[in-house]
């Protein structure tokens, strides 16, 4: 399944939508460590999808960015997102997990705030909360949030 059809599935039953984005920011740090894997192993056919999918989810996040809304923080979002699009890319050419693994830092840098903000919300509205933990967001993930 892809990041958008995850993204429309886990809004329609209720999941908020920054629990949403600490799922994607999962998947990408779960398709980087498999494309280190990949680099270790000299797995170039793997490594390649396994990036490609990264730069996918990537582009669902930059997508969605509301700059009306978001101001200041949207736009540092999509330089982020830029930096972190060219960083993968020169990871696939060099087949560079050091630059794999310094994505994944800044990936789950960044998913830790928005997990932080998903905590404080969900402390606001306690349904909230029951909807966030109750739905799965991503089949794929791992991670513990």
Known sequence: MDAGTEYRQASAQGVSK????????????????RAISAVEQKNIESRSCEIDHALM??????????YATGGEIARNLER??????MRLLAAQMA?????????IHQVLSLRDAWLEIARI??????????????TQVSQRSGWEA
């Open 95 to 103: 087949g560079s997990a050091d630059i794999l693994r310094e994505q």
């Open 121 to 134: 919300e969900e402390g606001k509205n306690p349904g909230f909360a029951l909807r966030a933990n109750a």
């Open 80 to 85: 982020f997102y830029c930096f972190s699009r």
């Open 18 to 33: 920054i629990r949403i984005v600490v799922a994607l920011y999962d998947q990408i740090a779960q398709d980087l460590s």
């Open 57 to 66: 989810v990537l582009e669902q996040l930059q997508g969605r960015l509301d």
